[in-house]
Nanobody, 114 residues
Framework: QVQLVESGGGLVQPGGSLRLSCAASTSIFRLYTMGWHRQAPGKQRELVAL???????NYADSVSGRFTISRDNAKNTVYLQMNSLKPEDTAVYYC????????WGPGTEVTVSS
């Protein structure tokens, strides 16, 4: 099991920006596909973005063009830059590491409200 710790969540106004970070405990972080999922109140958890070991990215249609996932392998960290935030982006955001047994962070809450 890999330990994942998210940070950067909080309250932001609609149209604002927020940057989430996720630090991983593994020394071979560079080999893993990483991602972000989110779960809004009363809704199922959904995939937001993925980034492979080679840097290829995929995004949910709802965030494409607004969110950017990136990674810094030297820091064992994956980021989610969220721009043009909308109230419907309000959710708990979870860091994800793909493996035979997936790893999940405890989540960080993002609230988009005026």
């Amino acid at each position: 099991q890999v330990q994942l710790v998210e940070s950067g969540g909080g309250l932001v106004q609609p149209g604002g920006s927020l940057r989430l970070s996720c630090a991983a405990s593994t020394s071979i972080f560079r080999l893993y596909t990483m991602g972000w999922h989110r779960q809004a109140p009363g809704k199922q958890r959904e995939l937001v973005a993925l980034i492979t070991s080679g840097g290829s990215t995929n995004y949910a249609d709802s965030v494409s063009g607004r969110f950017t996932i990136s990674r810094d392998n030297a820091k064992n960290t994956v980021y989610l830059q969220m721009n043009s935030l909308k109230p419907e982006d309000t959710a708990v955001y979870y860091c994800y590491l793909r493996n035979l047994v997936d790893s999940w962070g405890p989540g960080t809450e993002v609230t988009v409200s005026s």
